[in-house]
């Protein structure tokens, strides 16, 4: 799964470490993918759009759209 090296600063590495190994990680390389996965999926989303959504399938249920 990982086959890719990344350069991290020293520094940033060992908090890397420290917070995966604090929040159950199974390794750096897994935390790190998962912040990546979820910063992406943040970054790409569109709130306005999910919000919008949101709302029309609350009007739908109070009945006010069909």
Sequence with gaps: MFGTK?????ELLQRCK???A??????V??????????EI?????NPRLE???ALTERLKGLGYLE
Excluded: D, W
């Design 29 to 38: 390389e897994e935390f790190v993918a998962h912040s990546l996965e979820k």
């Design 22 to 27: 604090n929040a159950g990680y199974a390794s």
């Design 6 to 10: 990344i350069r991290l600063p020293k």
């Design 51 to 53: 919000a919008n959504e």
């Design 41 to 45: 999926r943040r970054a790409t989303s």
């Design 18 to 20: 420290q917070h995966a």
